[in-house]
């Protein structure tokens, strides 16, 4: 967009404290814009303000902060006087207490209904997630999906796009895991957000952004402690057991715990929801598009890879201990994807490799000191 000024379009930014939030919120400011940072204690505001980007446009003015305590009817009204864009990423957490459906939906209804108020909003980016896009039983390593990409018939199952839907799975279980509590709800989040677009038909326009694990250094994290607090997580084996992921996945102690090799790098993952910003560059003639994020093409990587991509890229760091592999492996099962519209329309490039992303991101975590 070209250098800051106190004229360039202000952007708010909800979860603008997380992991992915943070770096998009940077991002946005690096590329011209103002940003209006809401978080829902004074203690998100504290972390950001430690960020180096932050701090520089704190500095300026360009960046500002609003609290959210809530996500309520009316919560954002005052918040998006004057913006032109919002971008949506706060959402309920897997291991989050509550009804998550509940929670996502009352963000998601938040931020449409304060954007319809606002006549100056001109474009509503949300962060969606692959999870929205295939049922949960797509989880197990005995699903036919499954069983037919391991025995090398992936050409026998269909591509999931970012057009992909799943039926509304009902009511969630209290005592359900992690994962089973987490996938409706952004299933959930994606089908209010489709819904309310086509039946209100809304003077602003939606961008969905749909990533897989967002992977790469965090600007937040300056101690070990500190790291792997999100999706980061899934490279913790290389240390120690951080997670019980038969617990997180909700599978019984005797199946082999595995996930769907979903990655992005954190610098696409920013880069689309910047890029998303540009309302001449990106159309949406339907008042709703969505974009898929995955690397590495149709079928992915493992994270099973991980292991020899530490050994061939960071030897010394695997010689010295600093890298000792003392927890407990999962296994990985394919995903089939299709994410090329992304990289031809959003980004422009192709997506960083797993390879590339899997070795900064343990690379900077060794580094970090204690």
């Not at 960020?51 to 704190?58: E, L, M, N, W």
């Not at 509550?98 to 929670?103: I, P, T």
């Not at 797509?138 to 026998?156: F, Q, T, V, Y």
């Not at 994270?303 to 010689?319: M, Q, S, T, W, Y």
Request: proline share 8%; net charge negative; hydrophobic share 40%.
């Amino acid at each position: 967009m070209g250098d800051n000024t106190a004229t360039a379009p202000i952007v708010l930014v909800t979860g603008a404290n997380g992991y992915i939030g943070y770096h998009v919120l940077a991002g946005a400011l690096t590329a011209g814009y103002q940003v209006r940072a809401a978080v829902r204690r004074q203690e998100g505001i504290d972390a950001i303000s430690k960020g180096p980007t932050a701090q520089k446009y704190i500095s300026q003015g360009l960046l500002t902060f609003v609290l959210v305590p809530e996500y309520v009817p009316g919560a954002l009204d005052d918040a998006l006087n004057d913006c032109s864009f919002i971008v949506h990423i706060a959402s309920p957490l897997p291991l989050q207490p509550g009804n998550l459906v509940v929670q996502a939906l009352a963000g998601t209804k938040t931020v449409l209904e304060a954007a319809e108020k606002t006549r100056s909003v001109q474009r509503v980016v949300i962060t969606s997630s692959t999870a929205a896009l295939r049922p949960y039983e797509r989880l197990s390593p005995s699903h036919p999906d499954n069983e037919k990409i391991a025995a090398g018939r992936a050409d026998e199952v269909a591509t999931l796009t970012a057009e992909t839907r799943t039926p509304d799975p009902g009511p969630v279980p209290e005592d359900a895991s992690p994962s089973e509590r987490y996938i409706p709800s952004k299933a959930a989040a994606l089908r209010y957000t489709e819904e309310f677009m086509s039946q209100r038909n809304p003077h602003f326009d939606v961008v969905n952004i749909m990533p897989g694990f967002v992977l790469g250094p965090e600007e937040l994290a300056f101690r070990k402690k500190e790291a792997f607090t999100g999706s980061n997580l899934i490279f913790g084996w290389l240390f120690e057991d951080f997670v019980d992921w038969n617990a997180f996945l909700g599978f019984p102690p005797d199946i082999p715990a595995a996930q769907l090799a979903e990655v992005v790098s954190l610098n696409d993952t920013v880069e689309a929801h910047v890029n998303a910003l540009d309302i001449e560059k990106v159309k949406v003639p339907d008042k709703c598009r969505n974009f898929l994020l995955l690397a590495d093409g149709p079928t992915g990587p493992t994270f099973a890879d991980l292991e020899g991509i530490v050994k061939r890229n960071l030897p010394n760091e695997v010689k010295t201990g600093a890298i000792p592999f003392k927890g407990k492996k999962f296994g990985t099962l394919k995903h089939k994807f299709d994410a090329g519209a992304t990289e031809r329309d959003l980004l422009g490039h192709k997506f960083d490799s797993y390879e590339k992303m899997a070795t900064e991101t343990v690379a900077w975590y060794v580094r970090l000191p204690e």
